[in-house]
């Protein structure tokens, strides 16, 4: 069983990271990422972390899954369990394997989803307070995400995605603490916007070119928010409510829809996150 004395992270280094296929909007393959730059953005990244005091653990890199850096897609964290993703486009499929191997080798219990539904993991699901937030419609099902609550025995508020763009949960959604979240409310549709409204009383609202520098996919290690370069205003919200913003380049990760958040898997639970 694992077992944390610190904030413990998942990160898998980008050795075999590249624009090989087109899943989502911010994915050309006419737009290549630098693999020299690409691995020093990811050293800055797992740098930070480790000085905000967090364990860094690696997941190695697998040849012909370029997307396997992305370690929030791996599946969703809960206590010793981790229920494993489905993912729904073919290319990304072949890394449930090698997630499900390192969470197994390391003494966690592996879930895998009843058949027929789709679910990317902490990339769509993420807990704020002891509410399971999730994001349904391009990635994830809205039915597992409802199973995912029930094996857990807690409340689920199914947020349907409405913008391509902002296709995970997490480029969208982010929760600070129980109770506070940062968010970009037109990636949600009305009833999204009033379950958010209603449960998250501190919500901070992220301008249109900040969303697109992906200012949502943050990473929230106690009152530090680390997240990529370009959202002033949203530094200066964190600030206004005690938080510390620490930004950093992740502009090769954006070729492939990915920032700071996607590029981490919290396996002590997430500061904002109260467990049933
Ligand atoms: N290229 C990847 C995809 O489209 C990026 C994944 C980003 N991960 C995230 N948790 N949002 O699936």
Redesign the pocket.
């Known amino acids: 069983m694992p077992s944390f004395s610190q904030p413990t992270i998942l990160m898998c280094p980008p050795d075999h990271y590249g624009i090989e296929y087109e899943?989502?909007p911010?994915?050309s393959r006419t737009r290549a990422s630098d693999a020299n730059r690409a691995r020093a953005q990811w050293r800055s990244l797992f740098e930070m972390l480790e000085q905000l005091g967090v364990d860094l653990q690696r997941q190695p890199a697998v040849p012909g899954l370029?997307?396997l850096v992305?370690t929030?897609?791996a599946g969703l964290i809960w206590h010793s369990t981790v229920f494993l993703s489905r993912?729904r486009?073919a290319p990304?499929q072949g890394e449930t394997e090698q997630d499900a191997t390192w969470f197994s080798d390391r003494g966690w219990n592996t879930i895998e989803l009843p058949p027929g539904w789709d679910f990317?993991?902490?990339?769509?699901a993420l807990f704020c307070g002891d509410t399971l937030f999730g994001g349904y419609l391009i990635?994830s099902d809205a039915g597992a995400l409802q199973w995912l609550a029930r094996q857990i025995g807690c409340r689920v508020i199914p947020l349907q995605l409405v913008d391509p763009c902002y296709?995970?949960l997490?480029?969208c959604f982010c929760p600070l603490a129980p109770g506070a979240a940062i968010y970009y409310p037109p990636a949600f549709d009305d009833y999204g916007l009033a379950a958010l409204r209603d449960i998250v009383p501190d919500l901070i609202a992220v301008e249109p070119a900040e969303a697109a520098r992906f200012a949502c996919?943050a990473v929230v290690v106690g009152r530090h928010v680390v997240l990529n370069t370009g959202c002033p205003q949203l530094e200066a919200a964190l600030r206004g409510r005690g938080f510390t913003p620490h930004a950093t380049d992740l502009g090769e990760f954006i070729k492939?829809?990915?920032?700071a958040?996607?590029l981490t898997l919290r396996l002590d639970g997430e500061d904002a996150a109260v467990w049933p």
């Not at 990317?120 to 769509?124: C, M, P």
């Not at 492939?256 to 920032?259: L, M, R």
Request: hydrophobic share 30%; charged share 25%; net charge negative.
């Open positions: 899943i989502n911010w994915m370029p997307d992305f929030a897609n993912f486009h990304r990317e993991g902490a990339g769509d990635r296709y995970h997490d480029t996919n492939a829809g990915g920032s958040k996607c």
